[in-house]
Structure formats: C-alpha cells, structure tokens
C-alpha cells in the first residue's frame, strides 16, 4: 500500500523541480557554501519557475497548492545537499503566518513579492537568552500612535542576512502574562532602527546567511501587526507543528539520500579485492539504516497525511522531528564511516552532509523539548 | 489515518478475545509457567471457541477469516504476558503448511482436529548443529516402497510435547543439491520411532514446551508427504515470510502491553515525594519508548496490508522482524529499569515480559539471518 498516493501531477512536478535543481542549483553550491550565502538570485529564479510559496491562494499570485507540492519541494532540495536557498524556511515555515494571520492589505502587499522570489522571508524568535522558552523573549513593541516601537535583539536568524521582510516575535512590556503579551510583526528590511548584524559562523550550513538581528527604536506601523493584540503567542504555537514537520520531512529525505550515494560508493569502491558492499559489516550496517529510514518514512508519510487532514498530531510531530532527526544524524555518521578516509574529504558529498545535519537536532525546537511536549500531552 | 481499517466485526471479535483470554488464561498463566506447559485442555476450551486457525477453509471446518483476525488474535495473546499458549505458531505458522501443500486427503484427515483444538501442532526445523542453515539439516527421509523412513534430531521445538501432529523437515540422502533434496512430512504423536525427548529449560517462556525430538526409523506414509517430492525448501521459505511477519506483530504488541503496563506504575508509584512519571528522566525514557513503538507500529501496519495484498516484501519483513524485536527488548529493558526493585521480582509482570521477550531474536531466523537476508534481496 502506498501511504500518500500522489497524483501524476505531483509526480511530473517532482520530475521537473528535480530537473530545474540539478541545472540551475547543484553546479553553483560549492561557491554559494564558499561565499557564506545563496544569492537573491537564485531565490528569484526559484520563484520565476512558481516553485515558491504554492500554497498560496490564487488571489494573491500563488498557486493554492496542496502541501504535497511542499513536500516534494523539500525533499528535492534536501536531495541536493546544501541548506543555503532554505525554501521550506519561507515557503512553508514564515510565509503562512502571513497568509494565516495577516491583514489584506499585509497579504496584498508581501505574498505576491514572496512567491515571486522578490521578497525573501526570515522570522525571528530566538535571542540571545531565549530559545525554545518563548514566554520569556525580552524584544519588546510599545505602541506609539499608529506606530510600534521596536526594541530587541535576535539570533539564530535563517536568511538573515538576504531577508527582505522579518517577522519579529516581540512583547508587549506592559502586559505581565507573558502569554498574553507577545505579538508578531512584519518589519521590512531598510526600515530605520532595522539592522541585520554580523552573519554566524557554523559549524554547517555554510551556504545559510544565518545572522544577528538588531532592533533599536525601530518604527513601524501598528498595522504590520499579525492578528489581534496579544494573539502571538497562539499563531506561533499553532505554526510550529508545520514547522517540526518540515524539518523531518527534510530529515527523512536527506537520510534517503546519503544512504544512497553510500551504497553506491559500496559498491564501487574496492579493499581486500572486493567491494566494501561485500563484507558483511558493511552490508548489515546498510540494512540496519535502511530499516531505520523505512520506519521513519512509514511514520512521516502517515503524519503528513494526518496534518493534511487537519488533524491533532502535536506528540506525533514532535515524536517525528526528534527521532527523524537522531535518525538521520545516526544515518550520517555510519554513512561517513563506511567512506572511511575520504568521507572526511570536502570533495565528497557525505562530508558536507554530515556536518550540515546536526543543527537540526537544535533547530525549530531542540530534541529534548520536542520529548517534553510529547511527555506534557501523553499526560505524564 | 488508518493505515489498518479494522470493521466493525473486527472490533466486536478483538472484545470476545480479550474477555475470554481475562476469564479462561490469565487467572491460569502462573500455574502454568510453574508446570513448564500449558495444559491440552486449555488448547481444546480455545478451539471451542473457534479462535484457532481461524483462516482454513470452511470446508474444512474453518472459518475462512482473513488474515487480520490471526493479527487481533495474536496481539490479544501478547497482552496475557506469557509464551506457552503459543497460538501464532499453530493457527497462523504451521496449520498453513498442511491449507497450502496438503493433499485433499490430509487436509481432510487434520485440519478439523487443528480447528478444534484437538491436535497441536509443532513444525521441526531446526537441529542441534543446524539453525538459519536449514539447507545443511541432517534428518534424513528414506523411500521404502509406500512408506518413508525417517531418522535424526531435532531440537528447539515450540508446541514440542504437547503437538500431536509434527511437520518435519528432512532430506533425501541420495539427491546431493540441498535445496532439491528437502521435503516436509507429517508425522502423528505415537508413531512408532517419534520420540519426544526432554523439555528444553530455558531462560524464559517457561509455560512454552519446547523440546528436542527423535526419529529412530520412523516409518510413515509416504502420503504424509507436503506437496511434490523436493518442494520442501521451497514451501519453507514461501511461508517464512508469515512466520516472521508474525514475531514482529507479536513484538510490537508486547512493547505496547510493556509500556502501558510502565506508564500507569510510574504515575502510581512515588518517590522523593513525587509520582516517578513526573521526572524529566522518567518523562523522556516513555517518550522515547512510545516513538519507538508507533514506529514499529506504523510500518508493520503497512506490512500487515502488503503482506494480505500478496506484495513480495521479504526486505521488509526481514527488517520489521529485526527491528520490532529489537526495539521490544530494549522497551522490555528500559521498563524493568524503571519498575526498580520490584522489576526484578516475579510479582511484576515486567519481570517474565523482560526474560520471555528475548528470544523473539533470536528464534525464526536469527536477527542476524534477517539483515543477511536484507542485505541479498537488496542487491548488496
């Protein structure tokens, strides 16, 4: 039985995003990864070909697209092993805050440049003290007429540096229930007081323009509030479920993958006069992550069909992004191990892999608090 | 999603199990782990019921079910905690050697008795020097005009002193190609030269009487015969698929009783002042355990359905055997460890699920036969 039954449409469409990848994004990496940052460029391309944002409704420039078309989107880009043109950070991830929670006239102004590709999106949460414990973000927003006054720093910024508008998660200092107080705003780039700090460097991710951003009496119109007043803790709440989602799809993928190029190299590569593929070590540590990759396939495609359908599966996704994760970070390593000498070379694709897979054990909310919302629904 | 549509009459059938297993097992399962066996009385009461070998033919005084009444029969059992009334093995492993290869004549002869309860069944594979081999079997089957004379050991038989009817696995000494060489025969309880040997005392599965066997020129029908002559080995890998298929929704079902079992004494049991369920620790190691098992669960779901379509998913299989079993002592490990002191003692029925869960991999085909298996049906 096939779990997601996806129409001919879907497939033609992963056909030719697969295609349009291997021409126009996998031979430019390596410079992108040099470089620090994926060009605006690329992003423009990108959503030339309406590959950005697709579940956007029609009447805003979008395609209205099933999340199947993000899916595949995402697993074809993890496919090409690099984490610079993050296009499920904007399209699945930032943008639908907009086209959740916005304004018309905020959805007029921004979705059409979003899926255009002219607007790159960022949404910032994180800061310096603050990560996965939200409530306690100290940025703050004072309302001043029809304007917001925004004071704070945030880190950990994906597209930090290329974002032409952020979403900044900011608080409200004269309401004390820090739940009632935080709000989410569109801060265009440019906007005085805005200032996109120093890019971080990583450990992985070399291509990502992950950054600081500074907020100094930053003025905006009250207007680019997303929601009512104090709704922004609940819209990030119930946007984070998509969020975990997509980094396990993106797991699960790029597990698939560097198992992939493995079992090629198994059996290319020779040593003691025979293929790696044929000593029986290697071959049950290829079976043991095969089955792990198919147990975490089986679970994720029956999770993006129960998120498809609208229903409740916050321990499921949190399950799911934690343990695809572990799975994957798991998959990496043995797959290095089996490259031996050159899986630590920058020449192969594994070595890239394996450094670019830890952070997402850390990111959209670190392992260990995705077993705490799994502990706190399960009702321990 | 459902990934498994139980009907209605499903439903209604797992409630009769579960209430006949509460009343006519548990209250029995301590007398019969200390007597070493389960009583043929009890495998008789089972039949009455119509809960064995639920899937013959009604011709043969079956009741046709489909192969999801052998899953719900055998996930009931696995609550009971306890591995003597190995019903799987009957009903769902050996019975279907005799439905699928059987000539009328013996189909007629001994299905009835195995519906009824009246005959156990046992299949006789392994020997003292030969496991997962099976090609390398010693037993040997001699034609003698209508009959056949059978000669060797074998050990490790489940349902080995209660069975009243043994499918034996030999070969014809004169044909030199193992493969071509093996046949499986029916031989009765009483048949002169069918001897059963001691009772196996083992780690666990204390109520389950396996045993080793001895043919001293046993001479049976040659119609006792299963199918064609040399077809033997490929009966036996033909129905391996089900037999494992089996030890994974066996497993998985365990890992389900063990966890739920764990869940309600870490929230009842105090210490520190607080229930054990309310520390971070004991919070993630649940978690952990209940990913694992939605794992497994989803992914054998998906098996069950191409396994009931007729799909070839030996990779799948073999995996699923693995890994479920796998999974299920590390669940069966981790829940004794939490139990504390009164995991290790025979009160808590941690304790038996702990040492019974063992086996499972090592018997029908070795984990390690399973990633082999894997490994060669994957092109390796």
Not at chain 2, 53 to 62: A, S
């Amino acid at each position: 039985m096939e779990i997601i039954k996806y129409s001919e449409e879907h497939k033609m469409f992963r056909e030719s995003v697969r295609k349009y990848l291997e021409k126009e994004v996998v031979p430019h990496i390596e410079e992108w990864e040099e470089a620090g940052i994926t060009p605006k460029s690329a992003w423009k391309k990108l959503g030339d070909q309406g590959f950005l944002c697709m579940g956007v409704p029609e009447e805003y420039g979008g395609l209205g697209a099933d999340f199947l078309y993000s899916v595949i989107m995402t697993e074809e880009l993890s496919r090409t092993n690099h984490s610079g043109l993050c296009a499920a950070l904007h399209s699945d991830v930032v943008v639908p805050y907009i086209t959740s929670f916005g304004s018309e006239d905020l959805k007029k102004k921004y979705l059409p440049g979003c899926v255009s590709g002219d607007i790159i999106a960022a949404v910032a949460m994180t800061e310096p003290n603050t990560g996965s414990d939200l409530a306690s973000i100290k940025t703050t927003a004072v309302e001043d007429g029809d304007d917001v006054i925004i004071n704070g720093q945030k880190t950990f910024i994906s597209n930090g540096i290329n974002c032409g508008i952020c979403i900044v998660a900011a608080r409200d200092p004269n309401i004390e229930n820090s739940y009632n107080a935080i709000d989410l705003y569109v801060v265009e780039e440019g906007t005085p007081g805005f200032e996109k700090g120093k890019q971080i460097e990583k450990i992985g991710w070399h291509s990502q323009d992950t950054a600081e951003l500074y907020f100094t009496d930053c003025r905006i119109p009250v207007a680019n509030r997303l929601g009512a007043k104090g709704s922004g803790f609940l819209h990030l709440m119930s946007k984070l479920q998509q969020e975990r989602l997509m980094v396990a799809i993106g797991a699960v993928a790029s597990a698939e993958y560097m198992l992939e190029i493995t079992i090629d190299y198994c059996k290319e590569r020779t040593v003691f006069g025979k293929p790696i593929s044929k000593f029986q070590h290697s071959q049950f540590e290829i079976v043991e992550m095969a089955t792990e990759i198919k147990l975490g396939r089986a679970f994720l495609d029956k999770l993006i069909m129960e998120h498809m359908g609208g229903e409740n599966v916050v321990v499921e996704v949190s399950m799911a992004k934690y343990w695809t994760t572990e799975m994957a970070n798991r998959v990496a390593d043995r797959c290095l191990q089996l490259y031996g000498g050159y899986g630590y070379c920058e020449e192969y694709p594994i070595a890239r892999a394996w450094r670019d897979i830890r952070v997402t054990r850390i990111f959209a909310g670190t392992n260990e608090i995705m077993r705490q919302i799994a502990a706190r629904f399960m009702g321990l | 999603m459902e990934i498994i549509r139980y009907s209605e009459e499903h439903r209604i059938f797992r409630e009769s199990v579960k209430k006949y297993l509460e009343k006519e097992v548990i209250p029995y399962v301590e007398e019969w782990e200390e007597a070493g066996i389960v009583p043929r009385s009890a495998w008789k009461k089972l039949g009455d019921q119509g809960f064995l070998c639920m899937g013959v033919p009604e011709e043969y005084g079956g009741l046709g079910a489909d192969f999801l009444y052998s899953v719900i029969m055998t996930e009931e059992m696995m609550r009971t905690n306890h591995g003597g009334f190995c019903t799987f093995l009957h009903s769902d492993i050996v019975v279907p050697y005799i439905t699928a290869y059987g000539s009328e004549e013996l189909k007629k002869k001994y299905l009835p008795g195995c519906i009824s309860g009246d005959i156990i069944t046992a299949v006789a594979m392994t020997e003292p020097n030969t496991g997962s081999d099976l090609a390398a079997i010693k037993t040997t089957a001699v034609e003698d005009g209508n009959d056949v004379i059978v000669n060797g050991q074998k050990t490790f038989i489940s349902n080995g002193i209660n069975c009243g009817l043994c499918i034996v696995a030999v070969k014809d000494p004169k044909i030199d190609n193992p493969y071509a060489a093996m046949d499986l025969y029916l031989v009765e309880e009483g048949t002169p030269g069918f001897e059963k040997g001691k009772k196996i005392p083992k780690v666990g599965l204390h109520s389950q009487d396996t045993a080793e066997l001895y043919f001293t020129d046993c001479r049976i029908p040659i119609t006792n015969r299963l199918g064609e002559k040399g077809s033997g080995f490929v009966h036996l890998m033909e129905k391996l698929q089900q037999e494992r298929l089996m030890c994974a929704i066996a497993a998985v079902a365990m890992a389900e009783y063990m966890l739920e079992i764990t869940i309600d004494y870490c929230k009842e049991r105090t210490v520190f002042g607080k229930p054990i369920s309310k520390f971070q620790h004991s919070q993630f190691e649940i978690v952990e355990m209940a990913t694992e098992i939605k794992l497994g669960r989803t992914f054998l779901d998906k098996l069950i359905m191409d396994h009931m379509e007729g799909k070839n998913v030996v990779v799948e299989v073999s995996m699923a055997k693995y890994w479920t079993s796998e999974m299920a002592n590390r669940v069966a490990d981790r829940c004794l460890q939490l139990y504390g002191g009164y995991g290790y003692c025979e009160e808590y029925p941690i304790a038996r699920a702990w040492r019974d869960i063992r086996v499972m991999r090592i018997f029908a085909g070795s984990n390690e036969v399973m990633k082999g298996i894997a490994a060669k049906f994957m092109g390796l």
